[in-house]
């Protein structure tokens, strides 16, 4: 009985032929009954199979001959040359979608503790990849792609050296003469059997790799062939043979069917025939999940992409702007829509500082340097004249005066202009002069005002590089500062011309109520345009009344009849209370209703309003009459030592007098 038992088992020793006390040599053809050292996923199935992997998603699978492979000799330098065969097949869970791959391997390890599966193969981790400390020689059957590790495609075999990096790759395949190009592609996860030779010599330290169908003899030339010195990697050390499977979030079934070494010398043979069988159940069919779900992956995707794309198009778009090259020379004063857009909040209702005709200003801040500022968005239909309407824009923001408000520049944008100006704390003069609702000027407060705006356009007309006529002077567009300072701001519409010249402008713009007589005939505006606006401004100054709001009477007709009444102090503003100086006031009236007169030659020039603020002058005396006569007093006008005019309707004839009335203004106010 003993002696039956014991031929049993040397039978069995003899099929499996584990040759060798040294184990330099073995064969496993099929693996009923093979002593290998499995972890994780891996299985000999009842058929006899070394199953690496199953329908498992991201697992590792180890199976590893049990016994260690000494590999060097010494005294010899060079470690053992060594020859492997085994046979294989990759059988994915779904048609074309493979698990992630196997590899041979040789390594100091059988378990692989912390070995990472998908891309990494089971044979190595995050931490362990490239390190030389690994000592581990691997050849990969991979079926993933992986850029981390510049993989050549999804179905190659590569050499690796303590990395996943291979030293060398190819697509799967074989070399064979009797195809056309002499070389034929293999796919890894067809699930046919295919045999792969991986032979090592010690001498040359040349690595070849070959691949071929079970169905045909060994190809005479390798897939790979690599001349790598493995004496640090694989000696000095016991060392572990065996193979390593990964899956990723498709699964696949990896198969040896049969596996022979050897070292220093040639591996046998595989018997073939004897192999076991690979189950061949019905594959499944990709779920409609799959199916569906990888196209639709790439098509959101593809959408992703395209949303971003269109988002970022979108985004530019929302912020794009009209920039040509001859704005380039004005390139200080040109906002981005970007920054003026974050500035204003995306122009929100609650930034709003004010409208009107020509367009809506909303306050900002400037999100680099927190200045504040007023922007104001006038809409344009014409390209035309619109270089030239920018070059004065960049001029006027040239402009240097104590009571202009700062055009600090301004954007241009399909259809729209965007102008910015330092912001003013207090808001416009008109909201503080009609809004009933707010605490009215005192005078005082209001002669400051007007004597601001006067220096101001005086500054415009006479006393900058170029006359600015600015063609909208109203109490609405005199803002106020944090010392309730009046500045004269809003320069959409000023024009710019030499001394010395006449305007052309032909294209009458203003509000009505200020517009001069004269622009209804000829369309040009002119310093005495201006002056005309600002005489209905102090008017409005003065008595607290809009020119707009006047029914039966104009403004202008209506300080007239309180002058030939003998009262024109009373046509002051009822809610100063009478807190205001008469004489000043009457001056004041006057000076309004001159720069009102119906004839441009009969206005004064912006020069001597202001001496008559400011006290360095007197005014003429005039009868109200001099409202409906047109004119002028001012040819050659020098100051207050001046034989002033009157008139004598009656005869139509002027009568000269000395003036003996010093000004009512005079003292510096």
């Not at 199953?51 to 498992?56: E, S, Y």
């Not at 869970?93 to 791959?101: K, Q, T």
């Not at 402008?505 to 606006?533: F, I």
Request: charged letters at 20%; glycine letters at 8%.
């Amino acid at each position: 009985m003993v002696a039956m038992v014991l031929k049993l088992l040397f039978c069995t020793l003899l099929m499996i032929k584990t040759v060798a006390s040294d184990n330099t040599s073995f064969i496993f053809n099929g693996f009923h009954g093979a002593n290998l050292s499995l972890n994780n996923a891996a299985s000999i199935t009842s058929g006899g199979l070394l199953r690496l992997t199953d329908t498992g998603k991201q697992e590792t699978g180890h199976g590893f001959f049990p016994n260690p492979i000494i590999f060097d000799r010494p005294p010899s330098p060079n470690i053992s040359s060594f020859a492997t065969k085994f046979v294989f097949a990759i059988v994915p869970e779904y048609p074309l979608l493979g698990g992630a791959g196997f590899a041979f391997a040789i390594s100091p390890s059988k378990a692989l503790p912390n070995a990472m599966q998908n891309q990494y193969l089971g044979l190595l981790n995050t931490t362990t990849e490239d390190k030389p400390s690994n000592h581990i020689f691997a050849v990969e059957f991979d079926t993933i792609l992986t850029q981390e590790f510049n993989d050549i495609d999804d179905n190659h075999v590569g050499i690796d050296i303590n990395s996943l990096h291979s030293n060398e790759s190819h697509t799967a395949g074989y070399y064979n003469a009797s195809s056309t190009n002499g070389f034929t592609n293999l796919s890894l996860i067809s699930g046919e059997l295919m045999q792969a030779w991986i032979d090592y010599d010690g001498l040359k330290k040349q690595i070849n790799v070959t691949l071929a169908p079970t169905t045909m003899p060994k190809p005479e030339r390798p897939l790979l062939s690599s001349v790598i010195d493995l004496s640090n990697i694989i000696s000095g050390e016991t060392m572990y043979a065996g193979f390593s499977a990964a899956t990723g979030p498709m699964a696949s079934y990896h198969y040896i069917l049969g596996w022979s070494f050897a070292l220093n010398g040639e591996a046998q043979d595989i018997d073939l025939s004897r192999l076991p069988a690979i189950p061949r159940n019905s594959p499944k069919k990709t779920p409609i999940g799959l199916l569906i779900g990888v196209p639709v992956s790439a098509f959101i995707t593809l959408v992703s992409i395209v949303a971003i794309v269109v988002f970022i198009i979108r985004r530019r778009l929302k912020y794009a702007e009209l920039l040509e090259d001859w704005e380039l020379e004005y390139g200080p004063t040109r906002y981005s829509y970007r920054d003026l857009f974050k500035a204003t909040k995306g122009f929100r209702e609650s930034e709003l500082l004010g409208a009107g005709g020509f367009g809506r200003v909303y306050r900002g801040v400037l999100p680099a340097s927190e200045t504040v500022i007023a922007v104001k968005r006038v809409s344009h239909e014409s390209r035309q004249g619109m270089r030239e309407f920018v070059s004065e824009i960049a001029s006027i923001g040239r402009l240097r005066h104590r009571h202009l408000v700062q055009l600090l520049g301004y954007c241009r944008r399909k259809r729209e202009l965007l102008l910015v100006y330092e912001c003013m704390p207090n808001g416009s003069l008109d909201r503080r002069l009609f809004d009933v609702s707010r605490p009215s000027l005192d005078w005082e407060q209001r002669l400051r005002i007007v004597k601001g705006v006067a220096s101001a356009l005086l500054y415009l007309h006479e006393e900058w590089e170029q006359v600015v006529i600015h063609r909208d002077v109203k109490a609405s567009n005199v803002l106020l500062d944090e010392r309730m300072e009046g500045r004269l701001g809003d320069f959409g519409l000023a024009r710019l011309y030499d001394h010395g010249t006449d305007p052309q402008t032909t294209h009458v713009v203003g509000t009505l109520g200020y517009l001069a007589p004269e622009l209804a005939r000829t369309g040009k505006a002119a310093k005495a345009t201006d002056v005309y606006a600002f005489g209905t401004f102090v008017l409005e100054v003065a008595c607290g009344v809009r020119s707009s709001a006047m029914e039966e009477l104009s403004l202008v007709d209506w300080v007239i009849e309180h002058w030939r009444r003998g009262v024109i102090s009373e046509a002051g503003d009822p809610r100063l209370g009478g807190g205001y100086c008469v004489g000043e006031m009457e001056v004041v009236l006057k000076i309004g209703l001159m720069c009102s007169h119906g004839t441009a030659a009969a206005r004064p020039g912006m020069r001597q309003v202001v001496r008559f603020l400011d006290g360095d002058a007197v005014l003429p005396d005039i009868s109200p009459d001099y409202m409906e006569v047109g004119v002028s007093l001012w040819d050659g006008f020098e100051g207050f030592d001046q034989l002033f005019l009157k008139f004598d309707v009656s005869s139509s004839s002027l009568v000269s007098e000395p003036s003996v009335t010093e000004s009512v203004l005079s003292g510096g106010r």
